[in-house]
């Protein structure tokens, strides 16, 4: 397996929320478990770390993060400078191409949740942003991008409510009707609108309940792959 292939399956574990925080992803475990070297699996951990998706502690190893409310706040208003931004230019720039793609997109999103497929649902929701920030063309706004949703997806996962999803569908609707309709100032007020709400809608949990260990979720994650890949993996390289 690669390390394109392995960095996949441990992003959508970690964005999934699925562990706590302050588990310890040893090298010596993941090596065994994708059959593959541990130099591989550094470089993938590093790179994890690198986009904040876990914390690399010097002579420890790595962990994963327990997203914190506080510093989610000061994300948050990081993504409204950056994507009101986003959607003014969009508003400005989207061609007709872009359109019908952003389209296809939100009616997917409602579609998921009128279905009560929740898990796809999330997924969609989360690719609306990275999709909006794609279609600027700029690299640097896609990379800033892609770290922003990237953690404010772990603390979604980890303090929101099911009962945010139909709120979240009509907010993304209503950015997609604005910049279709090239309004740039509705545009970015929608954008900013949407993203304060779903701060709003974050809230402590009392509790956690346990669940599956990290070798029972990577199995599982790993059969998921060779299933869709038709039962192998990338050999190594």
Known sequence: ????????????????????????????????????SRERIRKVLHRLGHERLLEIVRN??????????REGRVVYEARRILESGMAAHLADNLTQAQVERLQQ??????????????AT???????????L???????IVQRQAHELISRTLMLV??????????????????????L???????????????????????????????????DNLLAEEIAAYRGVNGGTLSAAE
């Not at 996962?157 to 604005?178: D, L, M, P």
């Not at 779903?198 to 809230?203: D, G, W």
């Open 157 to 178: 996962k980890r303090y929101e409510t099911t009962a945010g999803s139909a709120c979240g569908c009509e907010e993304h609707r209503a950015i997609f009707r604005a």
């Open 60 to 69: 420890r190893g790595a962990f994963t993060i327990e997203p914190d409310l």
């Open 180 to 214: 279709a309709g090239r309004e740039r100032g509705k545009a970015v007020k929608a954008m900013n609108n949407h993203l304060s709400l779903v701060e709003t809608r974050l809230r402590p949990i009392v509790c956690v309940e346990e669940g599956p260990s990290l």
């Open 105 to 118: 997109h939100v009616d997917a999103e409602a579609d998921a949740l009128r279905r009560g497929d929740q």
């Open 1 to 36: 397996m690669n390390e394109a292939e392995i960095h996949g399956i441990l992003s959508r574990l970690l964005l999934a929320g699925k562990l706590p925080g302050g588990v310890k992803l040893g090298e010596h475990r993941l090596a065994d478990l994708f059959g593959v």
């Open 121 to 131: 649902w999330q997924a969609l929701s989360a690719e609306f942003h990275f999709l």
């Open 133 to 139: 920030a794609e279609m600027t063309g700029n690299p």
